[in-house]
């Protein structure tokens, strides 16, 4: 993990010790997640979508698992890693995937956005819905994650719409503005991505593609 501290991010608490929503934990966490999962379909579909025939995953916030999922039925997915800082959601998305015995390898570790320790061009697409708004450090993500593309690798984010006025809790500054679409694409801009594609996916969700462009494997 990134030993710097910018004022973005959150001291690093318990999972248990962080409020609900935003690592679930206990039985109403897993309400949560499930509630989510129902409401969160259509982004998790548009995401599918947009993953290129052969690929290498990483998710980042997979919460409880139904993209992840849908990945690893679809076929053309090699292999398939996530992190998500919630230990129930760990746990169950583990059996979940054990379940469907595939022989698609999977990896998922317990960690926030902060925790993405894989070597460089590890992955041909990255994936991340409605979890963007809870990144602790979103510029230093976004660097790590154009590192971790591979080349012509590319990012699928649906950032979580919310309103016109969104929390003051939300850990995200580029998600705590008015216009949270241009938040989102201000800091992946300054990273140095390109948006690719992009659409409102419903009223709660904005649909993002994006390559990395400053790539450098020295
Ligand atoms: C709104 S849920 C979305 C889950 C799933 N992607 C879906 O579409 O149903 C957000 C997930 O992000 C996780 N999360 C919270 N803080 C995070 C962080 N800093 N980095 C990565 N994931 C985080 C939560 O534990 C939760 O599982």
């Known amino acids: 993990m990134p030993d710097q501290t910018p004022s973005d991010m959150p001291a690093q608490k318990p999972a248990g010790a962080m ?18 999962e129902l409401l969160n379909w259509q982004a998790n579909n548009w995401a599918l979508l947009h993953l290129p025939p052969e690929a290498r995953v990483l998710e980042i916030g ?20 996530g992190v ?9 998305v583990r059996r979940r995937l054990a379940a469907l015995k595939l022989d698609t390898r999977f990896e998922l570790k317990e960690s926030d956005d902060r925790g993405l320790d894989w070597p460089d061009a590890s992955f041909d697409a990255i994936l991340a819905v409605h979890s963007f708004h809870f990144w602790c450090d979103p510029e230093a993500t976004l660097h790590k994650v154009g590192r971790l593309l591979a080349p012509g690798g590319r990012l699928i984010l649906v950032q979580r719409m919310h309103g016109r006025k969104p929390p003051a809790w939300l850990p995200n500054s ?6 949270q679409r241009a938040g989102a694409r201000r800091a992946l801009i300054r990273a140095g991505f390109s948006i690719t594609q992009d659409r ?19």
């Open 19 to 36: 409020p609900q929503s935003i690592v679930p934990h206990g039985p109403v966490g897993r309400l949560i997640g499930w509630v989510r």
């Open 62 to 81: 997979f919460g409880t698992g139904r993209l992840a999922t849908m990945c690893l039925k679809r076929g053309g997915v090699i292999y398939y890693a």
């Open 84 to 92: 998500d800082p919630s230990h129930i959601m760990v746990q169950s």
């Open 174 to 179: 580029f998600c705590r503005e008015k216009d």
């Open 200 to 218: 409102r996916i419903n009223p709660r969700s904005y649909g993002i593609v994006a390559e990395y462009h400053r790539y450098d494997l020295n």
